[in-house]
């Protein structure tokens, strides 16, 4: 994962910058205007203090925080995504994001888990052993036969249900058990904070603002992706004007192929002259037995639909070009089928990173709508008069620190509940491929 995902996944933009068209940009990221000095007229500001201070309460792990400290390059790209989220939520304000009901409650409960969690870090820090020794029980219980807490409780319950992980599915008695505790524990907590002054910390204002502003900056995004995608024309000229995108020539060579294969010439013969597979080169591009769930999908639906000594179209797929002939078909153990195929593949351009998402044309579309985002987005924090300090120094970790956007833990040695199921960290990713076919 490159330096600059670890700082989206950590801040949870949602502004859907893929690994993928990051690191197959057609050409660099277009320059952001030239930022303005900090001014009173900012609409939203951070010093060079503040970022030093957010880099703190955003907790990076050790090596991405040296790493950041080490480069100016990072740290400009760093400031700059902030600048974008930030410019986002302040037009989601502007549009009347944050009236919305739903949004109302996350925005509120944000707020209360980043100080409730930034009050868990000072006690435990000062010695709490536990987290009864923070927030008892009796306290909970007591918070909750408050008029006002059932009501604020079934809301958030609902918002939970509806966006966190059951995904509109009923909770369970299991989960309300423990729902309950954590709200109570958060809310308490949350006061106590406050009581205490940490609320008027400024790391704690940056962090309940960076949470904030995921929030509305994500909904906002959602709602408006669709003005940012690429046409059909405009994927044309980007790839016209870079044609490491262009991969008519390896489709012209890998028809080739398969007409030669088609008349007659023997597939092993072809696959060791022309396949770019390493793992079948000198082996007639043998693959082997494999099922189902062995191969990426394109790859596995051809092989499956043809018939022993058949020889298919041509096959595109993440890693090129690929002609298969499947030599034998029997039953798998267990049930299911298997296949022993053959196949010769022919590469995309080389100066494409092999294996990635999607064919040129993709991969194209998905830099073109990136570099669209950014400009979107760079044009927005200007007009919303956003500022944040590229320069910064960034020293050794506070002794306290606050939670992270994706940082939901709110007592000492637990786990808490986020407000929200969006956002609250990277994406998980799929199952490699079986090896061999990049």
């Known amino acids: ?68 400290a080490a480069s100016a390059e990072e740290r400009k790209a760093f400031a700059r995504d902030i600048r974008q989220m930030l410019g986002l939520a302040e037009e989601a304000k502007a549009a009347g994001y944050a009236a ?46 408050e008029p006002a807490t059932p009501a604020q409780y079934e809301a958030f319950l609902e918002d939970y249900r509806v966006n966190g992980p059951n995904k509109g599915r009923p909770l369970s008695d299991e989960q309300r058990v423990d729902l309950r505790q954590h709200y109570g524990r958060v809310m308490i907590g949350k006061r106590k904070g406050v009581a205490a002054g940490i609320d008027r910390q400024r790391q704690t204002q940056l962090v309940v603002m960076l949470q904030q502003a995921r929030l509305l900056a994500g909904a906002y995004s959602k709602e408006n992706s669709a ?35 088609r008349a007659g010439e023997d597939f092993e013969a072809l696959a060791n002259e022309f396949t770019e597979d390493p793992s079948g080169k000198g082996k007639g591009g043998d693959l082997g037995w494999f099922g189902r769930g062995q191969m990426v999908k394109p790859f596995e639906d051809a092989a499956f639909a043809l018939k022993p000594g058949e020889v298919g179209g041509v096959v595109e797929t993440r890693f090129g070009f690929h002609v298969i002939k499947v030599e ?51 044009e927005i924090a200007s007009r919303r008069r956003v500022f944040v300090a590229e320069e910064f120094e960034i020293g050794a ?14 007592k000492p040695g ?18 490699a491929a079986r090896r061999g076919r990049g």
């Open 1 to 68: 994962m490159s330096h600059r995902k670890v700082f989206l996944a950590s801040l949870a933009l949602l502004l859907a910058t893929s690994s993928t068209a990051s690191a197959q940009r057609a050409r660099p990221r277009p320059a952001p205007p030239k930022a303005a000095a900090p001014s009173a007229a900012a609409a939203v500001r951070l010093t060079p203090e503040d970022m030093a201070l957010v880099v703190d309460g955003l907790g990076f792990p050790p090596e991405v925080r040296s790493r950041l």
């Open 100 to 145: 919305r009901p739903e949004l109302k409650l996350q925005l509120e409960l944000s707020r209360s888990f980043v100080v409730a969690q930034a009050y868990f870090k000072t006690r435990e820090q000062a010695g709490a052993a536990g987290p009864d020794q923070v927030v008892t029980p009796a306290e909970i219980d007591a918070f909750f036969k």
């Open 227 to 261: 003005r940012l995608k690429a046409t059909e024309a405009e994927v044309d000229a980007y790839v016209a004007a870079d044609p490491k995108y262009d991969a008519r020539q390896e489709r012209a060579k890998i028809e080739t192929v398969l007409g030669r294969a």
């Open 328 to 378: 034998e078909r029997r039953a798998a153990e267990g049930g299911g089928e298997q296949v022993r195929a053959r196949h010769i593949l022919i590469r995309y351009n080389p100066a494409l990173r092999q294996g990635a998402q999607g064919s040129p044309r993709e991969q194209a579309r998905a830099a073109l709508e990136e570099e669209k985002r950014h400009r979107a987005f760079d």
């Open 397 to 410: 970790p506070r002794a306290v620190t606050s939670a992270a956007p994706g940082d939901q833990t709110v």
């Open 414 to 431: 637990a786990q808490a509940t986020p407000p929200a199921g969006r956002g609250t960290g990277p994406p998980k990713p799929k199952p």
